[in-house]
């Protein structure tokens, strides 16, 4: 048996019965074809208003072509960034929550899919469905290769930041989903939480850069030290209490696997502690602070993807570091947050599950 | 099959089930018989391994729920009160996912689901959306899920409840198809009538509190005391009730909507004397039998219409 067989047969056996059930029901009726048409609708529309604006004022040359068609880009990408922010935490906080008030909770409590199995899958169906947005906005997009200025390289970073900004929307929205009785509460809190990430976090950030650069403008980096300090004492804590109070019982109660998890969880919170630790020493500091002044990266946009692509797309080259730096940090922001509410979700979730 | 053993669920100062000891052998159906808010749907969601209990054990085929949940699911069947449907798919589509959860092999798949269809006589549903079956179809198609991975205990919570009489009847028949098949078998139910016709134990719980458990048999004797003899006379009624308090083998005559009604205390078989007695002493006799009991008389008997 060659290994492609080998790995075709295995694949066939692989059974997803839940991610099956869910697309199943997601996609039936009118609603997922409206969502989709209204989806692509708006970003032709924002593409047209570009085109219309920016073409009345700019001349046919072809470094006018290259920046409107860069302009087009950036304002599709935030779109549809701001759309993803909207529609996805929507599709993931009814998972569970919905399931609660059909009352197949129970039912779906009952069968011998484990837990983690179970948010994955719910969570896969949320994420397939806005990855279908995301293909069906690609004949939109691909608009801008007429007039050039974008790369499909810079394209396909784009799409992989708005994917992973859905990986980490939609996680969220799980996490409501299983702590919340209801869908309207979760979908709430879901979008209260997105709204932090998108506002929130800047502005905290924006009062900590001002806090911040103006120590270091005096020559003082007490503020970040403690600042770093505190953050790494609040990870272990957290570690620390999470590994106590909601792993380590079901760890004790479940099995091996659980154990695994509350160990994972564990190496998590120490592996923050540590790095926050790192940064907070002096010398250590001093090399970060001088990176962040000399390259004039704005502390806040480190996390925040409509920051992130906006700085990417508007630096002039790809290559620029600070744009890279936001990028990256995104990207690893995204996953880390993607991985802790999926791992919170399943603890939540197999809670729920022995204490209906 | 099933052991309950001291099991007690308290929710802060209400004790929702207390103290409740039951034991199912292997092709028991019991009938789980309790007023409403008696504990009988905590009971059975302890079973099931959805709740944990505060204190006390359940034993499925020997396996401690509490300790080992995973193992007990699969033989477990669970039929909640409430619908748990999912009604944007088909029938097949419904089956197909609780075959593939609870990991009945994919080349058997199918030939199971029409195997339970045939058995829930849905079979000419099948591709019918879930939302499109009428409500005693819809608990068929529960009944069927629950049956999808072959358990060797059900747990049905009301199976009947909210039926029309139709429906209800549809279900009570394919109760006793399971029967026939050697389930054991768990079920609580309001309509008691219904669960006279095939229940070999019952088990009356109130206020969380077992009040009486075991065959129907000897629960009914137990409960009985007597035999309740009704006769219908033409006239003198009165009298025959004087008559009859004087004998021996009756107790507690009395006259109610025309009808005289005795307890009969004397030797099973000889009731034919107290017939004999009313026609010696000039009594026009037109009717006279002996009340059947039934689980509705043996429930009013034992409870005292109070909830936990």
Partial sequence: MSIFTRVWSRMRAIDLPLLIQEMRIRQRGIRPFTVMALYVAVLSVIALITLYISGSTTNISQSSMSDLGRSIFTYLSIAQLAMISLIVPAYSASSVSAERERHAFELLALTLIPSASIVTQKLGAALLQAMLLLVASIPVISIVFFFGGVSPFEVILVYVVLLLSAVMYGTFGMLCSCCFGNTRSSTFAAYLGVMGFVVGLPIIGSILQSIFFTSRSRGDNSFFVTMTGGFAFGCAVIALVVYACIVSPIAKRVTERWKVRAFRMGIFGAVFAVVTLTLSNSLVTDAVVSTLYYQNIFLPLFVNPFMAVTTFLSSSSFYSRSASYYIASTIAFAITCGYFFRHLSIVKFHALRRSQ | ?308
């Fill in chain 2, 1 to 308: 099959m099933l052991r309950i053993e001291n099991l007690t669920k308290q929710y802060g100062k209400l004790t929702a089930v207390n103290e409740l000891n039951l034991e199912l052998k292997a092709g028991d159906i019991m009938g789980f018989i309790g007023p409403n808010g008696a504990g009988k749907t905590t009971t059975i969601k302890m079973v099931s391994t959805l709740l944990k209990p505060t204190s006390g054990t359940v034993y499925v085929d020997g396996i401690d729920v509490s300790a080992d949940p995973e193992l007990v699911r699969p033989l477990l069947g669970y039929m909640p009160d409430s619908f748990g449907l999912y009604e944007d798919v088909k029938v097949w589509e419904y089956l197909d996912f609780f075959a593939a959860a609870y990991r009945v092999p994919r080349p058997k798949r199918m030939g199971t689901i029409d195997d339970i269809l045939e058995l829930t006589d849905l079979t000419v549903k099948k591709d019918s959306f879930v939302s499109d079956l009428s409500r005693g179809m819809q608990q068929r198609l529960l009944l069927a899920k629950t049956l999808i991975h072959d358990p060797k205990l059900l747990l049905l919570d009301e199976p009947a409840s909210g039926l029309d009489p139709r429906a209800r009847i549809e279900i009570k028949e394919l109760l006793k198809e399971l029967r026939k098949m050697g389930k054991t078998i768990l079920i609580s139910s309001h309509i008691l009538p219904e669960l006279a016709d095939f229940c070999n134990k019952i088990a009356v719980i109130e206020q969380g509190k077992l009040v009486v458990s075991g065959d129907v048999e000897s629960i009914m004797n137990q409960c009985r005391g007597g035999a309740v003899l009704q006769i219908k006379l033409l006239e003198r009624s009165e009298e025959a009730v004087d008559m009859l308090n004087a004998l021996h083998a009756v107790r507690g005559a009395k006259i109610d909507d025309g009808y005289i009604f005795a307890t009969y205390i004397g030797n099973p078989g000889e009731e034919y004397l107290i017939l004999e007695a009313l026609v010696r002493n000039g009594h026009k006799v037109q009717s006279f039998c002996e009340l059947e009991m039934d689980l509705e008389d043996i429930f009013l008997k034992v409870t005292r219409g109070a909830v936990a």
